[in-house]
């Protein structure tokens, strides 16, 4: 009996260790991340005065619109990718810990925390990906002057229908599916089990998918709000950490659906009778 209960203390003693190095690695990589959008992510001007010119007509006239070169592509890329990890990294940090926590239990000689990084690349993939495509779409509106060189929405058309298809999308069985499996992570380790470093960054990839089918179109509200407005990121940032982590977060989501959606109807309708 004494050696059982040594054995559980030393057990405990690792597990605390592996959410030390951990919480630590997310916690550090989520500040730099912080960090370089407050400095503005590599664009020349620091997302705060960014946030403070939005919406002031003067000087989106001042501005000169971006030239699209390979270089600022990959910039843009860049910076829509440091925003997903700030964002959604937060809200990933209980299947994390969990997954690190399963880890150990199968192997108590590795390292956890090893594999447990390969599952956030395979999960920050994911977003990537989506990255890529936000990229392409910025450089679209740009072109079709939908973007202002501060890069929010200059069209209440574009800003209304993105409100309401974002409020619609948090209201479809299809979001529901995603929340609840980003709500679950337990049911999604017991089911999508699969050993070995690949077989972490497969899992990592899946949970991303579906993190990515919950919250894409939250994301894309950025186009409305601004790119790089602190408000808007950090609200929807803290909006996503809630809608997945408390007992009332799909209700807050449907909640929030149904107020963008009326919000995206009132713009839509006033840019109709304004034209």
């Known amino acids: 009996m004494a050696l059982a209960d040594t054995d559980t203390t030393v057990f405990e003693a690792v597990l605390r260790r592996d ?4 919480v630590a690695a997310l916690v550090s990589v989520i500040v730099v991340a912080w960090v370089w959008i407050v400095l503005g992510a590599g664009t020349g001007m620091s997302a705060v005065a960014m946030t403070q010119m939005v919406g002031m007509p003067d000087m989106d006239m001042m501005m000169e619109r971006a030239v699209w070169t390979p270089a600022y592509a990959a910039l843009i890329f860049g910076m ?3 925003m997903m990890v700030a964002m959604m990294l937060p809200g990933a940090a209980p299947m994390l810990l969990l997954f690190a926590r399963a ?7 590795d390292r956890p925390y090893v594999a447990t990084g390969i599952f956030a690349a395979g999960y920050l993939t994911a977003w990537g990906g989506f990255s890529a495509l936000a990229a392409l779409l910025q450089a679209g509106l ?10 929010s929405t200059t ?3 574009l800003g209304g229908a993105i409100l309401l298809a974002a409020g619609l999308w948090q209201l479809t069985p299809v979001k529901r599916v995603c929340l609840r499996h980003c709500r679950s992570p337990l049911s999604f380790l ?7 470093r690949l077989g972490a960054f497969r899992m990592g990839l899946e949970h991303g998918t579906f993190c990515l089918g919950c919250c894409w179109f939250l994301m894309g509200v950025l186009f409305f709000g601004g790119i790089m407005n602190l408000f808007w990121i950090a609200g929807l940032a803290g909006f996503v950490l809630l809608e997945k982590t408390i007992p009332m977060g799909h209700w807050i989501g449907r909640i929030a659906g149904i107020g963008a959606a009326a919000w995206g109807v009132v713009m839509l309708a006033s840019a109709a009778g304004s034209s």
């Open 19 to 22: 959410r030390f190095v951990v």
């Open 80 to 82: 829509w990718w440091v």
């Open 103 to 109: 880890n150990r239990a199968q192997k108590a000689r």
């Open 142 to 151: 740009e072109q079709l002057d939908l973007l202002s060189p501060m890069m």
């Open 155 to 157: 069209s209440w058309w």
């Open 190 to 196: 017991a089911q999508k089990w699969r050993p070995g």
